[in-house]
């Protein structure tokens, strides 16, 4: 099989979905500086895989319509929009890292995510997007903000601009 269609499958997916989701958010800003939680508790028993980056609450009230008119709005940001064949690969090696542990139906799916993804679909569009954390602990999950930050570009121009910006984060 063609490796560059191997690189391209999972940056597809990840437009395939993002299409899905229709978010928008007029020009997004870098959010590069979000600490990640370390997971532990104070007598360093590891918690659950739900660990998420602060804050821990976010900064605006978004709705899911919110968060898919904010989406479709960005601009479209890809992989190959960079110039160097080492940067690209990071990128798409981010890209599938993080949309193993955040996208349905993938063998690395956080439960956190199959939480969101069940909510999402019961509910009505102007619902909560971060309705009992489910969002949160799903994008801004430490395993996958570190992830999306293997890649500078991904995740300052596709990750953080879709997933935690547009949420109000």
């Known amino acids: 099989m063609n490796t560059k269609l191997l690189i391209a499958l999972p940056i597809l997916a990840l437009l395939s979905i993002g299409a899905v989701f229709l978010i928008a958010h007029k020009k997004a800003h870098v959010v590069d500086n979000i600490p990640v939680v370390d997971g532990t508790t104070v007598d360093e028993t590891p918690k659950d ?4 980056v602060d804050p821990i609450t976010p900064k605006n009230t978004v709705d899911i319509d919110d968060w898919q008119r904010c989406f ?17 690969s990071d990128c798409y090696s981010a890209s599938y890292q993080a949309s193993q542990l955040v996208f349905p139906d993938t063998t690395k799916e956080l439960p956190s995510c199959v939480s969101f993804y069940q909510y999402q679909k ?11 954390k489910y969002y949160q602990d799903c994008f801004l999950n430490a395993d996958a903000v570190k992830a999306a930050k293997t890649s500078a570009y991904y995740y300052n121009s596709i990750y953080a601009p879709k997933y935690i910006t547009c949420a109000g984060f």
């Open 49 to 52: 895989n739900n660990t998420t």
């Open 72 to 88: 479709q709005k960005l601009p479209v940001k890809m992989c190959d929009d960079l110039t160097t064949e080492a940067d690209r």
């Open 122 to 132: 019961a509910s009505q569009t102007d619902a909560p997007v971060n309705y009992n």
